[in-house]
């Protein structure tokens, strides 16, 4: 079996963990300042706040720009539902813009019709480690007053004109669950320069707590949104590994490339000049009638593969009820989702398990030709 995807964990996290948990402090303690300062600092942020999930980082960089009930976000269809469900947890509107077909990210192209006076921020995500095309987005936030901030959840390490993903925006996010490139189990940091938005983060993620964290006295409405100390001791070694970790991942992908050049029927992810790529995942795409035969076949061999992000946001049956989406809103969004699949890739993957993997693809589509 070719699992899809694998933590890299050796006997570092486990010794962590465990001397966490003879510390007997298990929760906002040492590891969890720790943590935050050194994923800032590798990422090159200022501020650095841990959560207990990617999605409660969303939340709280929703809540801390001060967006709420008619309030407008623009975002993208093709993600992980978190990115555009944190803008409804504060009755906030989702507007999606379409993807583009290169980078997978929201097209910057397609924003600026949308902005209307309710606009108050724009959500790009950063789609399986490929950065977004975010000059663009930059441009009309400043032209137009608005917030950034970034899904950086798929992106850790990734760059963009020599910037690193998550220091562009006003405020970003990162997810830490056991799929993604680096992992504490659950877990998430929210990054930025601002102090102010960064104080918000810190007090709502521990039920509203005042500047002076005095243990009964709460100064706003705030959530339990706590890591433990033993997540954050994972988070703590994680960020140490994630060059060595993006840069494994980067010479897989690398592998599975050349090992599918040579196949018409596949396409392959590319990455824009001036960006690099963190390789959340190793996707390719195929004709959408093809698509779930080769899964099939695929998973059949033991060689695990998905569909991903199928269906679309705007396609899941909450937003077509509350919104009234249908097939057909978002085209290229839909494109992507149907003809996507993704492949096994993981920081431990040898060549040998890519050439299983590749060689079992083309047998498959040699096939069906
Ligand atoms: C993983 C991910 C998140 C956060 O997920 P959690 O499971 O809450 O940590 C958010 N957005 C995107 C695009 C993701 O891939």
Redesign the pocket.
């Known amino acids: 079996m070719i699992p899809l995807s694998k933590p890299y964990i050796d006997q570092k996290e486990i010794d962590a963990v465990v001397e966490v948990l003879r510390s007997s402090t298990l929760s906002l303690g040492p590891k969890t300042e720790q943590f935050e300062k050194e994923f800032a600092s590798l990422t090159g942020s200022k501020y650095g706040v841990a959560v207990n999930?990617?999605?409660s980082g969303?939340h709280l960089a929703i809540r801390a720009l001060g967006i709420g009930p008619g309030d407008e976000v623009i975002t993208t269809p093709f993600?992980?539902i978190?990115?555009s469900n944190c803008i409804l947890f504060e009755n906030a509107t989702p507007v999606f813009v379409d993807a583009e077909d290169q980078t997978f990210g929201m097209d910057p192209d397609l924003v600026e019709a949308k902005i209307t006076e309710k606009t108050k921020a724009i959500l790009p995500?950063h789609v399986f480690g490929n950065p977004s095309r975010m000059t663009r987005v930059m441009e009309l936030a400043e032209k137009y007053d608005l917030k950034v901030i970034e899904?950086a959840?798929?992106s850790p390490l990734a760059t963009h004109f020599g910037k690193t993903i998550g220091t562009l925006g006003d405020v970003s996010v990162f997810?830490f669950?056991p799929n993604?490139q680096m992992t504490t189990g659950e877990g998430?940091m929210v990054l930025t320069d601002n102090e102010e938005i960064y104080k918000l983060v810190l007090s709502m993620r521990n039920q509203g707590r005042g500047d002076s964290m005095q243990w009964l006295s709460f100064d706003r409405l705030g959530y339990n949104y706590r890591i433990s100390e033993l997540t954050a001791a994972l988070g703590v070694i994680q960020t140490a590994k994630l060059p060595e970790i993006i840069e494994r991942r980067s010479a897989a992908a690398k592998m599975y490339m050349s090992y599918l050049s040579d196949i018409p029927e596949v396409t392959l992810p590319k990455t824009l000049e001036n960006t690099k790529h963190s390789w959340f995942v190793f996707s390719i795409r195929v004709k959408s009638e093809w698509r779930d035969e080769i899964l099939k076949e695929l998973n059949a061999k033991g060689i695990q593969s998905k569909a991903y992000f199928y269906p679309c946001i705007h396609l899941q049956t909450y937003y077509m009820e509350s919104f009234g989406y249908k097939k057909g809103d978002f085209p290229v969004a839909e494109k992507l989702s149907n003809e996507m699949i993704i492949l096994p890739l993981f920081t431990e993957i040898t060549e040998e398990q890519i050439k299983t993997v590749t060689d079992n693809l083309k047998e498959i589509i040699h096939k069906l030709r």
């Open positions: 999930s990617g999605t969303l993600s992980f978190a990115s995500v899904d959840c798929e997810g669950y993604k998430g």
